[in-house]
C-alpha cells in the first residue's frame, strides 16, 4: 500500500487550506489595517468637533447667564429706587 493516495493528498491539500486561512486570520492583511487606521482617525475627528460644539454651548450658557446677572441687578436697583421715591407719604390726622 502506498503513502501516496487520494485520500491521504486530499487529507493533506484540506489541512494546508485550513493552515493558511489560520494564518491569515491571526495576521491582518493591510487592507483591514488601512480600515482600522481610518477609523481612528475619523473617530478622532469626530470626537474633536464633538468637543468643539460642547465648549460653544459652555460659552453661549455663561454669557446668557453673565447677562441675565446684569440685567437683574440694574433692574433691582432701579425698582429700589422707585419704590423709594413712588411710596405715598401718609395724611397726618387732624
Known amino acids: 500500500?502506498?503513502?501516496?493516495?487520494?485520500?491521504?493528498?486530499?487529507?493533506?491539500?484540506?489541512?494546508?487550506?485550513?493552515?493558511?486561512?489560520?494564518?491569515?486570520?491571526?495576521?491582518?492583511s493591510v487592507r483591514k489595517k488601512r480600515r482600522s487606521v481610518s477609523k481612528i482617525v475619523g473617530l478622532g475627528v469626530l470626537g474633536l468637533v464633538s468637543m468643539g460644539i460642547l465648549a460653544a454651548l459652555a460659552v453661549l450658557l455663561i454669557r446668557r447667564q453673565r447677562d441675565e446677572s446684569r440685567l437683574e441687578g440694574s433692574t433691582s436697583d432701579e425698582e429700589a429706587g422707585k419704590q423709594v421715591a413712588g411710596t405715598p407719604e401718609p395724611i397726618p390726622a387732624a
Open 1 to 28: 500500500m502506498s503513502v501516496f493516495n487520494k485520500r491521504n493528498a486530499l487529507v493533506g491539500y484540506l489541512a494546508l487550506k485550513v493552515a493558511k486561512r489560520a494564518a491569515r486570520k491571526k495576521m491582518p
